[in-house]
Each structure stands twice: as structure tokens, then as C-alpha cells.
Nanobody, 119 residues
Framework: QLQASGGGLVQAGGSLRPSCAAS????????MSWYRQAPGNQRELVAT???????NYADSVRGRFTISRDNVKKTVSLQMNSLKPEDTAVYYC???????????????WGQGTQVTVSS
């Protein structure tokens, strides 16, 4: 499973760093991502990082957000700087996990963490 933490309330221009930790019988984690969903909107991809460290970002966050991972600790983080009110959303982590029990790849979602940016 994935457990997210680190959301919160911040003023515009501020920073937050949500993190997500994977647990269970994991052989390997391939791509890890952050998504977000604002009220009335569809869930959208914010950033992705491969097991090798290659990253990709949505145009709206490129240059302000940085995704990183620790393959030993099985965690993924999202450093969010220069936050804007339009970044307000519930942020979800997502991972493609190869389970030790079956060596089958399954996709998991974290429970979501609220990020609110005030103007």
C-alpha cells in the first residue's frame, strides 16, 4: 500500500513537500507519480519518475515542482515551490509495484493529501 503525508495550508509563494511511502511485500517499484484533483476537475498527472530517475512534469508545474524517490526506503516526494492558489487540490501518489509474492505488476494509489494555497 501507499501512505501519503505532508500536505497542508500555505500562502501563495510558499513551499510544501508531500511524501509517499510504500509498504508490503515488494520486489521492485517501477514508475512513481503524483497526481492531483481539484474540486470539479478530473485527476491530472503532475509528475512522474522512473526507477532510473528520469522525470517528467506537467507544463503547469515544470520549474516549480521537483519529484524525487528513494529506492531503498521505497518513498517518493514532491518538492513544491512558488505555490499558486491554482495548485490547490488533493494530491495522490501512484506507483507500479511488482509484488514479491507473484512478480506481477500492480498499480497502487495513495489515499491523497490536501494541499491548499491561499492568495
Amino acid at each position: 500500500q501507499l501512505q501519503a503525508s505532508g500536505g497542508g495550508l500555505v500562502q501563495a509563494g510558499g513551499s510544501l513537500r508531500p511524501s509517499c511511502a510504500a509498504s508490503g511485500s515488494i520486489f521492485r517499484i517501477n514508475a512513481m507519480s503524483w497526481y492531483r484533483q481539484a474540486p470539479g476537475n478530473q485527476r491530472e498527472l503532475v509528475a512522474t519518475i522512473t526507477i532510473g530517475g528520469r522525470t517528467n512534469y506537467a507544463d503547469s508545474v515544470r520549474g516549480r515542482f521537483t519529484i524525487s524517490r528513494d529506492n531503498v526506503k521505497k518513498t517518493v516526494s514532491l518538492q513544491m515551490n512558488s505555490l499558486k492558489p491554482e495548485d490547490t487540490a488533493v494530491y495522490y501518489c501512484n506507483a507500479d509495484v511488482i509484488l514479491s509474492s507473484s512478480y506481477v505488476t500492480q498499480n497502487f494509489w495513495g489515499q491523497g493529501t490536501q494541499v491548499t494555497v491561499s492568495s
